[in-house]
């Protein structure tokens, strides 16, 4: 039985998302106000997190970037109102898995739940048959999820290793922001291609010695990224 934190102050909502989960056998906790909230997020163990963006206490956002700040890679869900177009750039810059906009249809709900359960067994399955990838100063763990740049820790959020884990499993492939976002966040969000580049923008600064001159991901003028090839 998975376990699903549902974060959302509307009880009606709430509980309707609550009995649709509960048909996929998953446990559920809810919670009406965002630090309760958080503070349910850091301590439970969750599978799933489902986190509205309006919510008394402290707000979805705010709630997103402190669960990640904490190192917790569970996957979150974010729910925004329709009018709240930078509410979902900035949930998935911040690092959310993906966000539904209201009113949405349950079927759309257990679709894109389905979805980010797919893809975390699918990560499970690749830390499992994955093995760890040295370079001349550069090792990443696949099992403990860690960098080393020159024997030196590099603190990661889950979606900036999971990144430079599928680039240097594949050095000198070229891929395009698209097939990034298709890849790493497990569903098609066309016209959000941006996030790949702030995703980027912030793992470079954490792993190059010269953001101006990488060594590490390198820019194919516009097709994508690449990983470094010529580094192994």
């Known amino acids: 039985m998975k376990k699903v934190l549902i974060i959302e102050d509307d009880k009606e909502i709430s509980d309707l998302l609550e009995i649709h989960l509960k048909d996929l056998n998953c446990g559920i906790t809810k919670e009406y106000n965002g630090i309760k909230g958080l503070n349910k997020a850091k301590f439970g163990n969750y599978d799933l997190i489902v986190l509205d963006v309006m919510l008394p206490g402290m707000d979805g956002l705010e709630i997103c970037k402190e669960i990640r700040k904490s190192g917790i890679p569970t996957p979150i869900l974010i729910l925004t109102s329709k009018s709240d177009e930078i509410d979902k750039v900035l949930g998935l810059e911040l690092g959310a898995d993906d966000y539904l906009t209201k009113p949405f249809s349950i079927k759309e709900f257990i ?21 760890d990838i040295n370079f001349s100063n550069i090792v990443i763990e696949i099992s403990t999820h860690k960098v080393l740049i020159n024997n030196k820790k590099i603190d990661l959020t889950p979606k900036e290793f999971d990144l430079i884990y599928l680039m240097a499993s594949n050095p000198g492939r070229v891929y395009s922001r698209e097939n990034l976002l298709n890849i790493i966040w497990g569903y098609q969000h066309k016209g959000y291609e941006h996030t790949v580049n702030s995703h980027i923008n912030r793992l470079r600064k954490k792993i190059e010695k010269d ?7 390198l820019t194919s003028w516009g097709s994508g990224y690449r990983f470094n090839d010529q580094i192994i």
Do not use: M, N, S
């Open 111 to 131: 679709a894109r739940v389905k979805a980010i359960f797919r893809r975390v067994e699918l990560i499970k399955q690749t830390e499992k048959d994955g093995k």
């Open 211 to 217: 953001i101006k001159d990488p060594q590490y991901i």
